[in-house]
């Protein structure tokens, strides 16, 4: 009949050297965990750092969490060691031996001295109690569930510590040398929104860094497992860096390209200002040579361009390149606009030279036809003829007056044509 203890059956010796075999083998690797995290640089940095918000926090319980683990390995090394020395006492221990041995291997015999931190049923935070009964079993199930929330806060601020805080250096650095590019060409804070926008971000990178030596955990992400830092805040302001990039490139490229552009504003308004005074010297010979109350007036230069293109060439000699950016793309499109207009203008003034010119080339070309059909003496058609080029050659002209008498020798050079006409016979009489 097997003998029972406070513990239960009482072990038997080779139970009981199987038992400490395995918790030896348990020992060394509890030790080994322990001593891992002990040199853990995620827990060596917290000890050392200054921790805000709910690093601090996490912090406290897990620090109080990792003294109790060494409490409760103590208390376990000392109840291991106390049943090796009893086992090696003799080869077949006495029956008071093993039920000895059962009640330190299997009972509830481990006392743990000094404040305990509760586990995951009780907060970290609560009353402690001097001391606590348990067994083996239950001190390695606290010792397991304690080392992983150790683990877990030390390697997530780890993981934050050696991700971000170099990561936003780099970023700062890139940052300042976009700040210094962006002041040599004028983009600076309260003249330019890219400069406003510079100094915030290099505001918000200060911040950034600041936070995420004091309060890493804040920047942790445990899901999915394994968990990984959020980088969001970092990544927008890697965007926000690139926009601001862009848009003093593009301030460099005008920089660069200005003589270019502002030599070719020069040429399109020049143009546009000779356009306008060829219109205006042909309005005068149109009103002089053609008979018309409808030619339309032609105004001046553009005023307001001229002096829009002399404050575009004072930002380039002032070196003001963010000011002249929007600028000469505004220009731009205003003055190939007024170019346009211009030459609208002109050929609406000599709309009447061109119609004259028509008339005059179509006149000719019946002529020629007649010629060819053998109609130059026909008493009408010279008549018609001379009425139509004394009106196109005479100033001023009667443009209306002129198309008609066009028009009635068409007809009467497309009559005669359709008519047959009588060959006359020149052999003389017979």
């Known amino acids: 009949m097997a003998v029972v203890g406070a513990s239960g059956p009482v072990m038997g010796r080779e139970d009981v050297d199987l038992a400490l075999e395995r918790l030896g083998a348990e020992h060394e690797a509890v030790e080994t965990s322990l001593l891992a995290l002990q040199d853990h640089s995620g827990r060596r940095l917290l000890e050392g750092a200054e921790l805000t918000g709910v690093t601090k926090e996490r912090w406290q319980r897990t620090d109080t969490a990792v003294t109790a683990l060494w409490a409760h390995f103590e208390a376990y090394?000392?109840?291991?060691?106390?049943?090796?020395?009893?086992?090696?006492?003799?080869?077949?221990?006495?029956?008071?031996?093993?039920?000895?041995?059962?009640?330190?291997?299997?009972?509830?015999?481990?006392?743990?001295?000094?404040?305990?931190?509760?586990?995951?049923?009780?907060?970290?935070?609560?009353?402690?109690?001097?001391?606590?009964?348990?067994?083996?079993?239950?001190?390695?199930?606290?010792?397991?569930?304690?080392?992983?929330?150790?683990?877990?806060?030390?390697?997530?601020?780890?993981?934050?510590?050696?991700?971000?805080?170099?990561?936003?250096?780099?970023?700062?650095?890139?940052?300042?040398?976009?700040?210094?590019?962006?002041?040599?060409?004028?983009?600076?804070?309260?003249?330019?929104?890219?400069?406003?926008?510079?100094?915030?971000?290099?505001?918000?990178?200060?911040?950034?860094?600041?936070?995420?030596?004091?309060?890493?955990?804040?920047?942790?992400?445990?899901?999915?497992?394994?968990?990984?830092?959020?980088?969001?805040?970092?990544?927008?302001?890697g965007r926000c860096l690139e926009e601001i990039r862009r848009e003093v490139e593009a301030v460099l490229h005008v920089r660069d390209d200005a003589e270019h552009r502002l030599g070719r504003l020069r040429d399109v308004m020049s143009r546009a200002d000779r356009t306008l005074t060829e219109a205006r010297g042909a309005r005068v010979e149109v009103l002089s040579k053609i008979l018309a109350s409808d030619v339309p007036a032609v105004s001046g230069p553009a005023a307001a361009l001229h002096e829009q293109l002399g404050a575009a060439e004072q930002f380039a000699r002032t070196a003001q390149w963010h000011r002249l950016s929007p600028l000469l793309d505004s220009l731009e499109g205003h003055a190939d606009d007024e170019l346009l207009r211009a030459r609208e203008s002109l050929t609406a003034v000599t709309a009447p030279l061109a119609v004259r010119a028509e008339l005059r080339g179509r006149l000719d070309a019946y002529r020629a036809k007649v010629a060819r059909l053998g109609m130059a003496e026909d008493p009408v058609l010279i008549e018609r003829y001379d009425q139509a080029r004394r009106l196109l050659w005479s100033a001023p002209c009667d443009l209306g007056a002129a198309e008609r008498a066009v028009r009635r020798y068409q007809q009467a050079v497309t009559e005669l044509g359709s008519t047959p006409r009588t060959p006359t016979d020149r052999r003389g009489p017979a």
Not at 80 to 89: C, G, N, V, Y
Not at 109 to 137: C, F, K, N, W
Not at 198 to 205: G, Q, R
Not at 207 to 225: E, H, Q, Y
Request: net charge negative; proline share 7%; charged share 30%.
């Open 77 to 237: 090394t000392e109840a291991l060691t106390a049943a090796r020395e009893l086992r090696a006492r003799r080869r077949w221990p006495t029956q008071t031996e093993l039920a000895r041995l059962t009640e330190l291997l299997r009972g509830d015999g481990i006392t743990v001295l000094g404040g305990t931190v509760p586990d995951h049923e009780r907060s970290l935070t609560g009353p402690a109690r001097v001391s606590e009964q348990m067994s083996l079993d239950e001190l390695v199930r606290r010792m397991n569930s304690w080392y992983d929330q150790a683990m877990e806060t030390v390697a997530a601020a780890d993981a934050v510590w050696s991700a971000l805080p170099a990561r936003i250096d780099l970023l700062a650095a890139e940052t300042q040398r976009v700040r210094s590019l962006a002041h040599s060409v004028g983009v600076r804070p309260g003249g330019h929104p890219a400069g406003d926008e510079l100094e915030a971000l290099v505001e918000e990178l200060t911040r950034l860094r600041a936070r995420t030596v004091s309060d890493p955990l804040a920047f942790w992400n445990p899901r999915p497992a394994p968990g990984r830092p959020d980088t969001s805040r970092y990544d927008d302001a």
